[in-house]
């Protein structure tokens, strides 16, 4: 078989003739940019043929020229009978993500949202119980006096048990005469024993709050006795080298290795989440007895390995909506393996579980005295608008770059992401400040929504998101058509590169805003209302600390309403999960919502792509429409 060797890692696999060479990179553990998903249609998947022969069909997708220089897309590439060698470019984008200090996102717990007056009611319990030893002749078995001393406390329930704990029984009923804690999960009248351990260990009970996202993975550590949130990380989802959105992902699936890798992928970044969260605080992973996960619905399809492609075709129909509870050893999570794991349920194809979950954020559906609006900006963005009787839900496709993807300085509000920037009016120069303080090494959503109003307000971008070409600024490069705006210089930047925003990566920031403003304004119609009687705005999204509501309106992606209507309640996924893993208050509620949603599909909606069209601009091209602007 002939050798594939990748540079620069100097990675080397053996593929059949005829493997296309973005699979023979995924074999050889190399990362390439497949924003597609794999369709030859982004152009993303370069890479240059230093040496060897290969098949490719990618004239067309680059130029003639570009072809003859040796360049291929590499899902449009197979390897032949020869050995060869291939250029892998450093990928842009993606670096700004990964950090060597792994600190807690503490931006991820939303303080004012942890719940004041819920009953504490975790699915896990652990419980210490003296067994007594075995007497001759009373012809009890080890299990039968375990759940003899366990009804004495909890009344004459039925106690299961599966096989991998009962086998460790008689051991840990040995260690220390008896003395167990056991854990249990409750399931109306029946007890599934899910752990066993000697001794008592019921301080140490943790559970696992995780949201799924398209482009990222947020864990928290839970301390279950307290109900306290003890840590929390966040990741890119490693699926993101597979495809950007959810319908490039559903495409790279449509093969099963492919699904399988999929899979893989998702499962390596929760885990490695999970390490870095129990490590923290020195918990071994057999300690974490529970966990629930929010995630859009191709997201769950994914982690679950389930086929996902009928959620992109019509009648857009999931495998599943609501999953049932299943061990963390039947998903590959790396925890107590006959942990349950929740998974939040989803309401059709493009409103999942995060959404769900996110809703236990808000008190949208208990409103009496007026509609109440729940944005989630994410890739998908998703709209719930409704009261005490009406809940109406919808998705857009908004992008990722509000999460940092498909921008080239662009990364997720971690430390270093450049989150507030101001503008001087006179000379253009930006003064900006970081997450932690350091020095910058991209820039979060709350950052370029802050950098598109300031040069909007200030006149050095105008409407249609191109840069003053007419002013000089030491902050504006022209390049021919193109022109970058330079938000750090190379000698203040952590990578020592200057950090710049394209006019590229502005109109793919005004095409994620005009996605979203169009969607509500769409279903606000849709309940026979105005923007203005909203009651209240919950904004939900990864962008970090703050959300400035006054720069949101300024570019349009929210509507002109008075700020007090307006409430940032940060990633709502991952907090609706950790209400969901203490409380099964929570997870009724939850369910009850989920059933109560009607979902709308935008596609269907003649009027969405007019309305879109209009929210290309910044504001809107319909100025009456944002006043507060205009002014
Ligand atoms: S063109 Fe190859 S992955 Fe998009």
Excluded at 169 to 177: D, E, K, S, W
């Amino acid at each position: 078989m002939p050798i594939v060797t990748f540079l620069p890692t100097g990675k080397t696999v053996d593929v059949p003739p005829g493997t296309e060479l973005l699979d023979a990179a995924r074999i050889a553990g190399v990362d390439i940019d497949s924003p597609c998903g794999g369709k030859g249609t982004c152009g993303k998947c370069v890479v240059l043929i230093r040496s060897g022969d290969v098949d490719t069909d990618s004239l067309g997708a680059l130029s003639q020229a570009v072809v003859s220089a040796g360049n291929v897309l590499a899902c449009k590439t197979r390897v032949l009978d020869t050995p060869i060698v291939v250029d892998v470019p450093e990928q842009a984008g993606r670096k700004g993500g990964k950090f060597g200090d792994e600190t807690d996102d503490v931006n991820l717990i939303r303080h004012e949202l942890l719940p004041k007056n819920w009953q504490y009611d975790p699915l896990a319990i652990k419980w210490f119980v003296d067994v007594p030893p075995p007497q001759a002749g009373e012809g009890l078995s080890d299990f039968d006096r375990l759940v003899r001393r366990l009804q004495l406390e909890w009344g004459k329930k039925e106690f299961v048990c599966p096989l991998s704990v009962m086998r460790l029984l008689a051991g840990c009923l040995r260690v220390q005469n008896g003395q167990v804690t056991v854990t249990m999960v409750r399931e109306s009248d029946r007890y599934h024993i899910i752990g066993i351990e000697p001794g008592n260990s019921t301080v140490e009970h943790y559970g696992i709050a995780i949201d799924v996202g398209t482009t990222t993975i947020a864990v928290q550590l839970v301390f279950l006795p307290l109900a306290k949130i003890v840590a929390v990380r966040s990741d890119y989802n490693s699926q993101i080298w597979c495809g950007q959105d959810v319908i490039s992902r559903i495409n790279y699936a449509r093969r099963e290795d492919r699904r399988e890798e999929l899979r893989t992928r998702v499962l390596s970044t929760i885990n490695n989440l999970i390490r870095q969260v129990a490590e923290s605080h020195n918990v071994t992973p057999q300690r974490i007895c529970n966990a629930v996960i929010s995630a859009n619905t191709t997201m769950t399809h994914l982690l679950l390995g389930l086929n996902p492609e009928y959620i992109r075709l019509e009648p857009y129909t999931p495998t599943l909506l609501e999953v049932p509870y299943l061990s963390a050893s039947d998903i590959g999570i790396d925890i107590s393996p006959e942990s349950w794991v929740y998974i939040s349920p989803s309401v059709g194809s493009y409103v999942g579980g995060d959404i769900t979950a996110g809703l236990l954020c808000t008190d949208i559906a208990i409103g009496a005295n007026g509609f109440r609006l729940f944005i989630d900006i994410g890739t998908n963005g998703e709209i719930v608008i409704g009261d005490n009787e009406v809940l109406m839900t919808c998705a857009c496709s908004a992008g990722p770059a509000f999460e940092g993807g498909g921008i080239e300085f662009g990364m997720r509000a971690a430390i270093g992401a450049i989150e507030r920037i101001e503008v001087n009016p006179q000379t253009g120069v930006p003064n900006y400040s970081t997450i932690g303080n350091t020095k910058p090494r991209g820039i979060c959503g709350s950052g370029m929504i802050s950098l598109l109003a300031e040069l909007f307000l200030t006149g050095w971008l105008d409407g249609a998101g191109k840069l003053n070409r007419q002013r000089k600024s030491d902050a504006i490069i022209i390049d021919g058509r193109h022109a970058k705006y330079i938000i750090a210089q190379a000698d203040e930047t952590y990578s020592e590169k200057a950090l710049t925003i394209s006019e590229v990566d502005i109109e793919n920031i005004i095409r994620a805003k005009a996605a979203i403003y169009s969607a509500c304004s769409l279903m606000v119609q849709m309940l026979g209302c105005e923007l203005a009687d909203l009651e209240k705005i919950y904004i939900g999204g990864g962008f970090g600390r703050f959300l400035d509501i006054r720069k949101a309106i300024v570019i349009g992606l929210i509507p002109d309403l008075p700020h007090e209507k307006f409430q940032y309640i940060g990633n709502s996924s991952l907090m609706g999960s950790y209400m969901v893993l203490v409380s099964d208050d929570y997870r009724d509620r939850q369910l009850e919502l989920a059933k109560r949603m009607t979902y709308i599909d935008l596609s269907t909606e003649p009027s969405y792509m007019d309305q879109y069209t209009a929210a290309m601009f910044l504001p809107h091209t319909d100025s009456k429409l944002f006043p507060s602007v205009k002014n």
